[in-house]
């Protein structure tokens, strides 16, 4: 009898492997979300943080200055934004990297950081809070990225695994952390609101006139693609001839954006926000304005990126092209939501050359109705061959 209640006890006493391998992945799933809600809500709330700063910055100063003084306050607060910038990424070298770079140093290097959170963030907020030409889309892939090396070096840590999980470790734990994020994001919006505001535009028409419209817009928005690679390379060329200036360079294009911004206000900003307000009042502006505003535009997000103010192309781009095809419904006549989808399509196809991509950005704006006019749109600008555009 006392033999076999002692075998009884050994039993209880032992552990059992596969409950222990479930339980430690059970664990694992519960860090993979939490860890990820955590990433998701910091992330969102640096976010909202850029576009609250931009209103305290512009709002807080026509609030205070008034409308006459007001009117000279882009040429100041850009002229200040390019010093602060300049002087910023010169002492932390933080300065957001474009989203390709990012992504090759994920490829090579399995992971990816921005060394110390707290300059990465200032540099990613200053330059959207000053009005510049440049989107959040660049510093969010990179700090993106750097949260899920975060998490995945956590959980490496927790599991006691030296090298990376495999395939199969992977794909629950990798699922389980997106969730997270996404649950972290919606946690912030619930709570506090904010994030990125994204323009939505109306269906364009399926008719015949739409059909004859389509092919000579989506030319236009190639030929946008064209000139701002054209920028690009000017603006490298100007970069490069100013050397190794970090507060020289950003200092003068903010004096340069804010001096245009006096005559062409809508030339400043990510143009998320602003999109939707040129929607609605397109109509009462001069078409020459919105030619001149969606083509300036193009030439000061080339010198933002390549001088020192770090963001990326994508949204800002997008305006560009609403702009211009409001133009040209306001100059030929053409359906305004066929112009604004087409134009703009061809351009960001023009400027990814990847039409899955280009798709995937451009339903963020319009909607599934337009799918025949954004294929033919996409098409002309991915595929359409682009003339060299060397200086």
């Known amino acids: 009898m006392e033999q076999r209640e002692t075998e009884a006890d050994e039993t209880l006493g032992e552990a059992d492997p596969a409950r222990i391998g479930i339980a430690r992945a059970l664990g694992l799933g519960v860090a993979a979300a939490v860890l990820g809600a955590g990433v998701g ?33 882009p040429l100041i607060a850009c002229t200040t934004g390019g010093l602060f910038i300049g002087l910023w990424n010169a002492r932390f070298r933080s300065a957001p990297k474009p989203l390709d770079e990012v992504m090759a140093e994920v490829r090579a290097k399995g992971g990816y950081s921005v060394g110390r959170i707290a300059p990465s963030a200032v540099s990613f907020l200053l330059p959207i809070a000053f009005g510049g030409s440049v989107g959040p889309e660049a510093g969010l892939t990179g700090l993106v990225a750097a949260g899920c090396t975060w998490v995945g070096a956590k959980l490496r840590r927790l599991a006691g695994v030296e090298g990376a999980f495999s395939l ?39 008719s015949w006139e739409a059909a004859a419209w389509c092919v000579p817009l989506a030319l236009v928005g190639w030929a946008m693609a064209v000139l701002y690679g054209l920028a690009v390379r000017a603006s490298r060329h100007l970069a490069a001839t100013l050397g190794d200036r970090p507060v020289l360079k950003p200092l003068l294009c903010g004096i340069a954006l804010g001096a245009v911004a006096l005559a062409l206000p809508y030339v400043l900003f990510p143009g998320t926000q602003q999109a939707s307000d040129l929607a609605a009042s397109w109509t009462g502006m001069e078409a020459a304005g919105l030619f001149a505003t969606g083509l300036i535009k193009l030439a000061f997000i080339a010198l933002c990126l390549n001088l020192g103010w770090s963001g990326g192309p994508f949204f800002p781009l997008i305006f560009c092209g609403v702009s211009v095809g409001f133009g040209f419904a306001a100059t030929l006549g053409a359906p305004a939501e066929l112009a604004v989808a087409v134009v703009t399509s061809a351009l960001i196809g023009g400027f990814t050359r990847k039409p899955a991509m280009t798709a995937l950005i451009m339903l963020l704006c319009f909607p599934v109705q337009d799918l025949p006019w954004l294929a033919v749109a996409i098409a ?10 060397r200086l």
């Open 41 to 73: 809500f910091a992330i969102w709330a640096l976010l909202s943080s850029a576009y609250w700063l931009t209103d305290i910055v512009w709002t807080g100063a026509r609030g205070m200055l008034g409308e006459p003084a007001f009117s000279l306050f």
């Open 380 to 389: 002309v600008g991915a595929f359409l061959p682009q003339p060299s555009t």
């Open 168 to 206: 199969r470790q992977k794909i629950p734990l990798y699922a389980l952390g997106v969730a997270g994020g996404v649950a972290g994001v919606a946690a912030f919006g619930a709570l506090l609101g904010g994030g990125m505001p994204i323009p939505h535009f109306d269906a364009a028409p399926l």
